[in-house]
Structure formats: structure tokens, C-alpha cells
């Protein structure tokens, strides 16, 4: 199924690529992120164009590309290649992927294919969940573990936002583990926060994985594990911002889960790939 981002035409030039990859398979409670990249896809032509903070329309200046919404191998394994083969894809036709899960477990696939092109490529992680147990309900690669399998491959994370996390994932923190700024620790002093993250970014190649669950559930409410105390938009926007000075290679969105009648979290989805497109657009002039 072919629907694109903003309903507009695939930009002949494009310099970024909408691959949706609708697979969940190890959700644990609130199912239905597979739903989430048609549903984005469905309300962004609702989004405005033009981006009133940059003066940018960023279909015009750096153009989308839609891959089709393809359904997904049930198997994580077969799934996990069917990425890498997207990932590819993309990259050869140099857009910028942007991933639209799904449930977190993709981030997997891309990251571990862009690190093929990208030897020293840092992952800057927003989430509520710190994704670090050594397995989860019997599994050893899923949702709730694929950043702990990233570290494991020597991939420099920063988890940002955190507010949820296992007694085993807090003791394994203080042996070894990704950075974390804790979401109580980014709300009492939010420059300091951005001061870390941009340490980190340095100029290194980024991927930016966004669970939308990273955001507060009152803007936010349509994800299957809602947790007080998240980012607000205004601390979003500062971070992308950021991030889109730095040495941006890849990004994905996951985490979705559309509420029926209630658009608006892959209505927000949508707003946040239109902002970061424009402060990309802004940052590359």
C-alpha cells in the first residue's frame, strides 16, 4: 500500500526517505503500535506545510520519498532483515531514513546496518524506558531489551528522559550501561541537559531513536506505556534542534499506538518528522 507522507507526490530530488515498518511482535501490554505508520501517514496531510518557526516548507527544500506500507515477517529474525534491506535501499539512494514503527525492537535492524556505513555511529536514545534488561519474559532480543543488545555491539548510547526502569536494569547501570539523563534530573535543570547531549552528539554520525512514550502522556497519550513526568513539546523542539546542527544519519519514531477516534499522537508523530525536517533544512543552509 503506497500512501505518502503530507499526501504529496514523492519529491524527484528527495533527500529523505518515510520507510514504515509496521511490525510488533513482542509487546508486552497495550498492543497496536503495528498500526501506527499507516495511521501517521493517514493524518500528516492534516499537518500545515510550512514551518512558521523557520520561515521553511521542508517538502520544497529537502523533499520526501514514501516507501510502501508492507506488512512484516511475524519471525523477528526474517523481520529484522527485511530492514536491513530498507535500510540499504535508502542509503544507496542517499535519502535519510526516518523509520515509522512499530514497536522498539526495529531500531535494531537500522542501527545495526547503519553502523555498517558508519563504524563510529552513537544512537541518542529518548525514551521513559531504559530498555536495558538482559531478556523479557523469555526473550532475549525485543522492546525491552534492544538497547541493552546495542551496547552489547559497542554502540555509545545516551538514554534521555528516563523515568521507568527495572532493579536490574538500575544495578546493571552502575556496572555497566549507556549514559542516562533521568527525566527528574533534565526537568531541574534543562540547560544542563542540553549541555550533556551536545557533548555527546560531538561529530559523531547520530541516529536518534524517539519512543514516543518519551513524551508526556498529556500530549502523548496514544503509546503502550504511558509514564508521567515526560519531555513537554518546548524540551523536544530545543533537543531536535540540536541534533539537527550535529551529524544526523538516521532516526526513527516507534511506539505508536493509535487510539480509535483520537488521532492525535500519530498526528504528533507526524508534526515532530515536519520540525525536524525544518531545523534540518534551516542547519544545512
Given at each position: 500500500?503506497?500512501?505518502?507522507?503530507?499526501?504529496?507526490?514523492?519529491?524527484?530530488?528527495?533527500?529523505?526517505?518515510?520507510?514504515?515498518?509496521?511490525?510488533?511482535?513482542?509487546?508486552?501490554?497495550?498492543?497496536?503500535?503495528?498500526?501506527?505508520p499507516?495511521?501517521?501517514?493517514?493524518v500528516?496531510?492534516?499537518?500545515?506545510?510550512?514551518?512558521?518557526?523557520?520561515?521553511?516548507?521542508?517538502h520544497?527544500?529537502?523533499?520526501?520519498?514514501?516507501?510502501?506500507?508492507?506488512?512484516?515477517p511475524l519471525?523477528?529474525?526474517?523481520?529484522?532483515?527485511?530492514?536491513?534491506?530498507?535500510?540499504?535501499?535508502?542509503?544507496?539512494?542517499?535519502f535519510?531514513?526516518?523509520?515509522?514503527?512499530?514497536?522498539?525492537?526495529?531500531?535494531?535492524?537500522?542501527?545495526?546496518?547503519?553502523?555498517?556505513?558508519?563504524?563510529?555511529?552513537?544512537?541518542?536514545?529518548?525514551?521513559?524506558?531504559?530498555?536495558?534488561?538482559?531478556?523479557?519474559?523469555?526473550?532475549k532480543?525485543n522492546?525491552?531489551?534492544?538497547?541493552?543488545?546495542?551496547?552489547?555491539?559497542?554502540?555509545?548510547?545516551?538514554?534521555v528522559?528516563?523515568?521507568?526502569?527495572?532493579?536490574?536494569?538500575?544495578?546493571?547501570?552502575?556496572v555497566?550501561?549507556?549514559?542516562?539523563i533521568?527525566a527528574?534530573?533534565?526537568?531541574?535543570?534543562?540547560?544542563?541537559?542540553?549541555?550533556?547531549?551536545k557533548?555527546?552528539?560531538?561529530?559523531?554520525?547520530?541516529?536518534?531513536?524517539?519512543?514516543?512514550?518519551?513524551?508526556?502522556?498529556?500530549?502523548?497519550?496514544?503509546?503502550?506505556?504511558?509514564?508521567?513526568?515526560?519531555?513537554?513539546?518546548q524540551q523536544?523542539?530545543?533537543?531536535?534542534?540540536?541534533?539537527?546542527?550535529?551529524?544526523?544519519?538516521?532516526m526513527?519514531?516507534?511506539?505508536?499506538?493509535?487510539?480509535?477516534?483520537?488521532?492525535?499522537?500519530?498526528?504528533?508523530?507526524?508534526?515532530?518528522?515536519?520540525?525536524?525536517?525544518?531545523?534540518?533544512?534551516k542547519?544545512s543552509?
Open positions: 500500500m503506497k500512501i505518502t507522507f503530507l499526501g504529496l507526490p514523492d519529491h524527484p530530488k528527495a533527500r529523505v526517505a518515510l520507510i514504515p515498518v509496521p511490525f510488533e511482535q513482542t509487546t508486552t501490554w497495550l498492543k497496536g503500535t503495528s498500526q501506527a499507516l495511521e501517521i501517514l493517514k500528516s496531510p492534516n499537518l500545515e506545510f510550512f514551518d512558521e518557526e523557520t520561515g521553511i516548507c521542508p520544497k527544500e529537502l523533499g520526501f520519498h514514501t516507501y510502501p506500507v508492507e506488512e512484516y519471525d523477528l529474525k526474517k523481520a529484522l532483515s527485511k530492514i536491513e534491506r530498507k535500510t540499504k535501499s535508502a542509503l544507496e539512494s542517499q535519510l531514513p526516518i523509520f515509522l514503527g512499530g514497536e522498539h525492537t526495529i531500531s535494531f535492524g537500522s542501527v545495526m546496518t547503519l553502523k555498517q556505513y558508519y563504524p563510529g555511529l552513537r544512537v541518542l536514545h529518548l525514551d521513559a524506558h531504559l530498555d536495558f534488561r538482559r531478556e523479557y519474559l523469555g526473550s532480543l522492546h525491552a531489551t534492544v538497547m541493552r543488545h546495542l551496547h552489547e555491539q559497542g554502540i555509545s548510547i545516551l538514554s528522559g528516563i523515568r521507568a526502569l527495572s532493579e536490574e536494569e538500575y544495578l546493571d547501570l552502575q555497566d550501561g549507556p549514559r542516562v533521568f527528574k534530573d533534565l526537568h531541574e535543570n534543562f540547560g544542563a541537559a542540553l549541555d550533556q547531549i557533548t555527546f552528539l560531538g561529530d559523531c554520525p547520530i541516529y536518534l531513536s524517539l519512543d514516543m512514550d518519551a513524551l508526556d502522556p498529556s500530549i502523548a497519550p496514544g503509546v503502550g506505556t504511558p509514564e508521567p513526568g515526560g519531555l513537554n513539546w523536544l523542539l530545543e533537543i531536535l534542534k540540536l541534533i539537527s546542527k550535529g551529524t544526523i544519519v538516521g526513527d519514531i516507534v511506539e505508536t499506538r493509535p487510539l480509535p477516534g483520537y488521532p492525535f499522537t500519530e498526528f504528533l508523530a507526524g508534526k515532530i518528522i515536519l520540525k525536524f525536517t525544518s531545523y534540518l533544512a542547519s543552509k
